[in-house]
């Protein structure tokens, strides 16, 4: 087939709007009728040169479906195209690679195969056939097509590369090197090559060759420190330390200020136990500008996980703080000097850096993390939720932020915020356990605005997980006792909780309570009194009074109001007052 005349053909088609998305959107039933048509259009019986004709108007036809991704019916017609001329490799070149990108591979295989068969001079039958065989994971035929590409076909050399890299996947690693040396020969010294040669050595434990390989670029390019840094760290880590240090100075007689090199030095300082001369060229090469700022926070994260040795974390904060005057507005610097900070229990200071970190770059979870947990702990609640909601910008599917932003809602009584945000973190919660949380809170949040039931039904789903959970047995209890509802569950979960707690002054409030609001005053007095001695709470010491005055004790139950009254933090300060002042319980 000529293959000029196709390309003619085909250009006319497009040209003339043939190829178009109008074929594409035509129904399968016309399609058919017109594939059989052009395959119908000449008799089966003609002469060879009519065939060859026909077989390379239906030849390009079935292009037209290749263009359009329709392969089925582009196989059918170039089928058809070589069966009327079975000579032609370019048909059969082009059904191999049709079935080659429907990904069926072993049909595509003897198309390929008898393509380069007809003709062993086209190049790209041969890197057709070594694809099939790569998906095929024949290897081993992979390295012959491209032997066979290299003796054959004039200007491939550049294959060498793809014959390597198979023979590679056969772990051959002697004809590996042979083949990545040939390209090496023909198109010059290559850092790719180089270092692809080396991980071959390291892999078979010729430490030698791996080096002999690296001092090639370091000799070919002496004013390129990258090579002479390489070579001296992959020395360095084979405790070379002085032919390190010998690669680095020789390159320091034409680089003196090179920072990278420098700080290659000092790691080789430190190993020798030259601690004072480490130190000075370390900080040399941190205030340089031209070492990058993730080179110097490598060193810092190695500071950072010698937490044990006080004196290494001092140096590190010390270099760390250099970062932060070089590089003052990167992310990087900023937040690993927030790490040597809240390392010292700076915290709040640390703070300040990590939020500079995420002005910077706000799209780091970790450090979010950090801000709000310091938040927490200083319990800053508005800064929670400011915070929280800022992370929630750049990580709008992390459940546990909503957590925090719901529970610093919460607290600051901003209850419906409080549940939109517990609600929209708890359907993305896919952890058991961070499901509970969220439907405990949830639980806090409905009784405050009322919704009894919601409120019970998120405590009872936290039970059924988890029926040991002090929180949701406390506030549940006590909540129903409040409410004076369901006074049964409330003490079962009051006993539970005693059994898990018996000497929390807090738990035993709630199960006293319980049994006041039960009328059983007698073992609620007995229960409150463990409570109140062993306790400062205002709220405890008035619970203990009420039950006193409950079994006619009403002198200790005013002594009781008084003191409440002097410890402060009474739910009701107007209700305690009534009750000192009328000498009465005032409910």
């Given at each position: 087939?000529?293959?000029?005349?196709?390309?003619?053909?085909?250009?006319?088609?497009?040209?003339?709007?043939?190829?178009?998305?109008?074929?594409?959107?035509?129904?399968?039933?016309?399609?058919?009728?017109?594939?059989?048509?052009?395959?119908?259009?000449?008799?089966?019986?003609?002469?060879?040169?009519?065939?060859?004709?026909?077989?390379?108007?239906?030849?390009?036809?079935g292009i037209k479906h290749v263009i359009l991704e329709d392969y089925k019916k582009a196989l059918v017609l170039l089928e058809e195209s070589?069966?009327?001329?079975?000579?032609?490799?370019?048909?059969?070149?082009?059904?191999?690679?049709?079935?080659?990108?429907?990904?069926?591979?072993?049909?595509?295989?003897?198309?390929?195969?008898?393509?380069?068969?007809?003709?062993?001079?086209?190049?790209?039958?041969?890197?057709?056939?070594?694809?099939?065989?790569?998906?095929?994971?024949?290897?081993?035929?992979?390295?012959?097509?491209?032997?066979?590409?290299?003796?054959?076909?004039?200007?491939?050399?550049?294959?060498?590369?793809?014959?390597?890299?198979?023979?590679?996947?056969?772990?051959?690693?002697?004809?590996?090197?042979?083949?990545?040396?040939?390209?090496?020969?023909?198109?010059?010294?290559?850092?790719?090559?180089?270092?692809?040669?080396?991980?071959?050595?390291?892999?078979?434990?010729?430490?030698?060759?791996?080096?002999?390989?690296?001092?090639?670029?370091?000799?070919?390019?002496?004013?390129?420190?990258?090579?002479?840094?390489?070579?001296?760290?992959?020395?360095?880590?084979?405790?070379?330390?002085?032919?390190?240090?010998?690669?680095?100075?020789?390159?320091?007689?034409?680089?003196?200020?090179?920072?990278?090199?420098?700080?290659?030095?000092?790691?080789?300082?430190?190993?020798?136990?030259?601690?004072?001369?480490?130190?000075?060229?370390?900080?040399?090469?941190?205030?340089?500008?031209?070492?990058?700022?993730?080179?110097?926070?490598?060193?810092?994260?190695?500071?950072?996980?010698?937490?044990?040795?006080?004196?290494?974390?001092?140096?590190?904060?010390?270099?760390?703080?250099?970062?932060?005057?070089?590089?003052?507005?990167?992310?990087?610097?900023?937040?690993?000097?927030?790490?040597?900070?809240?390392?010292?229990?700076?915290?709040?200071?640390?703070?300040?850096?990590?939020?500079?970190?995420?002005?910077?770059?706000?799209?780091?979870?970790?450090?979010?993390?950090?801000?709000?947990?310091?938040?927490?702990?200083?319990?800053?609640?508005?800064?929670?939720?400011?915070?929280?909601?800022?992370?929630?910008?750049?990580?709008?599917?992390?459940?546990?932020?909503?957590?925090?932003?719901?529970?610093?809602?919460?607290?600051?009584?901003?209850?419906?915020?409080?549940?939109?945000?517990?609600?929209?973190?708890?359907?993305?919660?896919?952890?058991?356990?961070?499901?509970?949380?969220?439907?405990?809170?949830?639980?806090?949040?409905?009784?405050?605005?009322?919704?009894?039931?919601?409120?019970?039904?998120?405590?009872?789903?936290?039970?059924?997980?988890?029926?040991?959970?002090?929180?949701?047995?406390?506030?549940?209890?006590?909540?129903?006792?409040?409410?004076?509802?369901?006074?049964?569950?409330?003490?079962e979960l009051g006993e539970q909780l005693m059994k898990l707690a018996p000497n929390s002054p807090t738990y035993q409030d709630t199960y006293?309570?319980?049994?006041?609001?039960?009328?059983?005053?007698?073992?609620?007095?007995?229960?409150?009194?463990?409570?109140?001695?062993?306790?400062?709470?205002?709220?405890?010491?008035?619970?203990?009074?009420?039950?006193?005055?409950?079994?006619?004790?009403?002198?200790?139950?005013?002594?009781?109001?008084?003191?409440?009254?002097?410890?402060?933090?009474?739910?009701?300060?107007?209700?305690?007052?009534?009750?000192?002042?009328?000498?009465?319980?005032?409910?």
């Amino acid at each position: 087939m000529n293959i000029k005349r196709i390309a003619i053909v085909i250009g006319l088609l497009i040209a003339s709007g043939c190829v178009n998305y109008g074929i594409a959107q035509k129904s399968k039933k016309k399609k058919k009728k017109e594939e059989n048509k052009i395959i119908q259009e000449f008799p089966k019986n003609i002469s060879p040169e009519r065939s060859v004709d026909q077989a390379e108007y239906i030849f390009a036809e079935g292009i037209k479906h290749v263009i359009l991704e329709d392969y089925k019916k582009a196989l059918v017609l170039l089928e058809e195209s070589e069966r009327l001329n079975p000579d032609n490799p370019t048909t059969k070149f082009k059904i191999a690679q049709v079935y080659y990108d429907m990904e069926k591979y072993n049909e595509a295989l003897p198309y390929a195969v008898k393509a380069l068969q007809i003709d062993n001079s086209n190049i790209y039958y041969y890197l057709l056939l070594a694809d099939i065989h790569k998906a095929r994971k024949e290897y081993e035929q992979v390295v012959k097509v491209y032997k066979d590409l290299l003796d054959i076909v004039d200007g491939s050399e550049e294959y060498y590369f793809d014959l390597a890299s198979a023979y590679l996947h056969l772990s051959d690693y002697k004809n590996a090197i042979e083949a990545y040396n040939k390209a090496e020969g023909i198109f010059g010294l290559n850092e790719a090559v180089v270092r692809q040669k080396q991980r071959i050595y390291l892999n078979i434990n010729d430490l030698d060759a791996a080096l002999a390989e690296g001092q090639k670029l370091v000799d070919a390019f002496p004013s390129n420190s990258g090579y002479a840094v390489a070579q001296a760290q992959m020395l360095f880590s084979n405790d070379k330390f002085e032919e390190a240090e010998n690669v680095l100075s020789k390159l320091f007689e034409k680089l003196p200020n090179d920072p990278e090199a420098q700080l290659m030095l000092a790691k080789i300082y430190q190993k020798q136990g030259r601690t004072e001369e480490a130190d000075k060229l370390m900080e040399t090469a941190f205030l340089s500008n031209d070492l990058e700022v993730e080179n110097k926070l490598e060193v810092l994260r190695n500071y950072l996980q010698k937490e044990d040795d006080r004196v290494k974390t001092e140096k590190g904060k010390k270099l760390a703080e250099i970062v932060v005057k070089v590089h003052p507005e990167s992310d990087l610097s900023n937040g690993i000097y927030g790490d040597f900070l809240l390392y010292e229990g700076k915290k709040k200071e640390a703070r300040g850096y990590y939020l500079k970190s995420l002005k910077a770059n706000g799209d780091s979870y970790e450090i979010w993390q950090k801000v709000i947990n310091i938040d927490w702990e200083f319990q800053e609640f508005d800064s929670v939720v400011i915070h929280s909601e800022s992370a929630l910008e750049f990580f709008p599917n992390q459940a546990q932020l909503y957590l925090y932003n719901g529970t610093g809602n919460y607290v600051l009584q901003k209850y419906e915020e409080s549940m939109e945000s517990l609600e929209q973190g708890k359907m993305l919660a896919t952890d058991p356990d961070l499901k509970i949380q969220f439907n405990a809170q949830l639980g806090d949040v409905y009784y405050n605005l009322e919704e009894y039931d919601r409120s019970d039904d998120a405590f009872e789903d936290v039970l059924k997980q988890d029926p040991n959970n002090e929180h949701v047995l406390n506030n549940y209890g006590y909540f129903l006792s409040v409410r004076k509802e369901n006074l049964k569950r409330a003490k079962e979960l009051g006993e539970q909780l005693m059994k898990l707690a018996p000497n929390s002054p807090t738990y035993q409030d709630t199960y006293g309570w319980i049994l006041y609001v039960s009328g059983d005053y007698k073992n609620a007095v007995k229960i409150l009194e463990k409570a109140a001695n062993a306790s400062d709470n205002g709220t405890i010491v008035e619970h203990y009074g009420d039950a006193l005055f409950k079994i006619n004790k009403k002198d200790e139950a005013l002594i009781q109001w008084k003191k409440a009254k002097e410890l402060g933090g009474s739910e009701n300060e107007e209700l305690l007052d009534k009750k000192i002042n009328q000498k009465d319980l005032v409910e």
